[in-house]
């Protein structure tokens, strides 16, 4: 019984609503049931689309600035790396001079030296070679 008098009031409710649609000559999609209607205000319609363009343009501008705003940092940005990355490599170059320069001094000392040694052993053989060969003498007589 309780089911049968909600089917009752839910087809009650949807001759209220069909009716209701009736009553404001507007279909479902918006568009006035009356093609006269549409007609009989074109500027607002005109007026609407115009403003949509206004503020479409508005927020063009806007966005186009917003970009130009990000692209002008970008670049100062990559500007300012740039410079830094150059100062870095500069101080680089600077360093690895100094340590080639320090290098070749090394090697010159270290040549110096082997020659000094070279200079020392040879003395020192001579000097052995002359001990060695008076010992000879000295026994052979």
């Known amino acids: 019984m309780a089911a049968k008098q909600s089917q009752k009031r839910g087809q009650a409710n949807t001759r209220a609503r069909s009716s209701r649609r009736a009553n404001t000559a507007e279909s479902e999609s918006g568009m006035s049931a009356d093609p006269g209607a549409e007609m009989t205000n074109p500027p607002k319609k005109v007026a609407g689309r115009k403003s949509a363009n206004d503020g ?3 927020i063009q501008a806007r966005h186009k600035a917003g970009v130009r705003k990000i692209e002008n940092r970008l670049n100062e940005v990559s500007r300012s790396n740039k410079q ?5 490599r500069n101080a680089q170059l600077d360093q690895l001079q100094e340590l080639v320069k320090r290098r070749l001094e090394v090697e010159n000392e270290i040549a110096k030296r ?3 040694l070279e200079e020392k052993y040879k003395e020192a053989n001579r000097t052995v070679q002359a001990t060695l060969q008076e010992n000879i003498e000295t026994l052979q007589e």
């Open 114 to 116: 082997v020659l000094s």
């Open 84 to 88: 830094a990355i150059l100062e870095y």
């Open 56 to 58: 479409r343009q508005k």
